[in-house]
């Protein structure tokens, strides 16, 4: 996803480079971007459409789609909190070629991801892969044409198995498609879109639902402009909405399932001032447009929303602001949107892909471009949030064993789910097991170390 900017001269560049946002509205806690790492293209070069993936050891995972010289099928790296990388991988092209979708972590402990391509290879049309976090690669299948050209992290669904995209090949022949494959790589495809009225060339993943289906866009068909649709795990698709220049166009990101139970996402342009919007969504589909960006506030969002843990979504823009090099903002449930950074090429430019935000606080993003040798840049910003825990499943039965993310584990004393107490097993300083005790309702997970108590960022749900 090249935006084609000429590399302007740069004098001086930090692989940790600290810098104040200038928000276009008051925050109530001064948001500090710092850039943790810039790409050489030695280590690899330019992050795409990934959403970094927090680890069992606390460190992030993510994949560059180029490099230099021989690394230009790009890599897989591991970079700690503090910004020291690790290169655990580089695709040689039988193995993968472009990986732009980023990794997910499995409640395995492997990392799962894609590749869109082969290179020279025959098929070309990408690859599905699992990765340790030592760096032990296994190839789990070679795609065709049913399942081309993956831009998309993969989900787990409730059963284990990984749900994933497929933008296809375009036109009527390949228009995209929706998949699932287990951990040993067994490939089946869901379903296949027609172009009508269930839309084309889903390029974003997909998200599980409360409800346990899935939920994910098309970039095209009906109007030109996507739809937004339901997938029950068997691969019975549903659309829920369909949209018009008028309301957003082209929804490239990931949708987010808020705190409130309805859905946020983004569109790459469209909206009333043709450069993409942010949208709410309720379970059954009325959609609200937020806000339509101006490229002032931003431009053709590639990315989708995250929503931390002081309830603010945040995202970034690909394009717009000065230099035309993108930005980072914020903007509430109801609407309140802020710019927190604006981008100026020295720091990064052209951030294609998500925010995630690490159990430490801080949430952390890359850049497709920008720094000395236009590589991209990692970042890290700082809302001022306090350390939490994640649970790696969404959801599980009474009895399941669920792991749990976050830090200052070797002192913990005690877990719950929701309130109910659990036995839990402490794995490491950064990842413990917790088994769903009998009596435990959906809501909040709580860890309680010698720090204090540290809550989950979202609610777990307790299956029947």
Not at 173 to 187: D, E, H, I, Y
Request: aromatic share 12%; charged share 10%.
């Amino acid at each position: 996803m090249n935006k084609g900017h000429f590399l302007r001269a740069c004098l001086l560049v930090g692989a940790a480079v600290a810098f104040l946002a200038a928000p276009t509205f008051a925050q109530d806690i001064p948001v500090k971007v710092t850039i943790i790492h810039v790409f050489d293209g030695d280590d690899g070069g330019g992050p795409s459409l990934e959403t970094l993936a927090q680890g069992e050891d606390g460190n992030l995972y993510g994949t560059t789609v180029s490099g230099s010289l021989a690394k230009q099928g790009g890599t897989i790296f591991r970079i700690n909190p503090a910004g020291s990388i690790t290169e655990l991988l580089v695709f040689d092209g039988f193995d993968g070629w472009h990986p732009d979708g980023g990794l997910t972590l499995g409640s395995d402990g492997l990392f799962y991801g894609t590749s869109r391509s082969r290179g020279s290879y025959f098929p070309n049309d990408g690859t599905i892969f699992s990765i340790a976090s030592d760096g032990t690669f296994n190839l789990l299948d070679i795609l065709d044409d049913r399942f081309a050209n993956p831009s998309a992290t993969l989900v787990e669904g409730t059963d284990g198995n990984y749900y994933g995209t497929s933008p296809g090949k375009g036109g009527t022949k390949t228009p995209g498609s929706l998949f699932r494959v287990t951990p040993a790589g067994q490939l089946k495809l869901l379903h296949a879109f027609s172009r009508g009225r269930d839309g084309a060339n889903p390029v974003a993943s997909l998200i599980l639902g409360a409800d346990g289906a899935f939920y994910g866009t098309t970039s095209d068909g009906a109007f030109g402009c996507g739809t937004i649709f339901r997938m029950s795990p068997a691969g019975f698709v549903s659309t829920l909405h369909t949209f018009t220049w008028f309301d957003g166009c082209i929804p490239l990101g990931a949708l987010v399932l808020g705190n409130d139970g309805n859905f946020y996402g983004t569109t790459y342009s469209g909206g009333s001032h043709q450069f993409g919007s942010v949208f709410q969504m309720t379970p059954g589909g009325l959609l609200t447009t937020l806000h339509n960006f101006d490229v002032f506030d931003g431009a053709s969002p590639y990315a989708g929303l995250v929503q931390a843990t002081n309830g603010k979504l945040y995202g970034t823009t690909d394009s717009g602001s000065f230099g035309n090099y993108g930005l980072i903002f914020s903007i509430t449930t109801h609407g309140d949107f802020s710019v927190i950074q604006r981008f100026d090429r020295f720091h990064g430019d052209g951030p294609e892909g998500g925010l995630v935000q690490h159990t430490n606080g801080l949430l952390y993003g890359t850049t497709t471009f920008g720094g000395l040798t236009n590589h991209g840049t990692i970042y890290t910003v700082d809302i001022g949030a306090a350390p939490f825990v994640r649970t790696v499943q969404g959801s599980g039965e009474v009895g399941a064993t669920i792991g749990i993310l976050g830090q200052g584990f070797d002192s913990a004393t005690a877990v719950a789910f929701n309130g109910t107490a659990a036995t839990f097993t402490v794995v490491s300083d950064t990842f413990l097991t917790a088994s769903v005790p009998a009596g435990a309702t959906t809501g909040l997970v709580q860890v309680q170390t010698s720090a204090g108590t540290l809550n989950s960022n979202t609610s777990f749900q307790v299956l029947p």
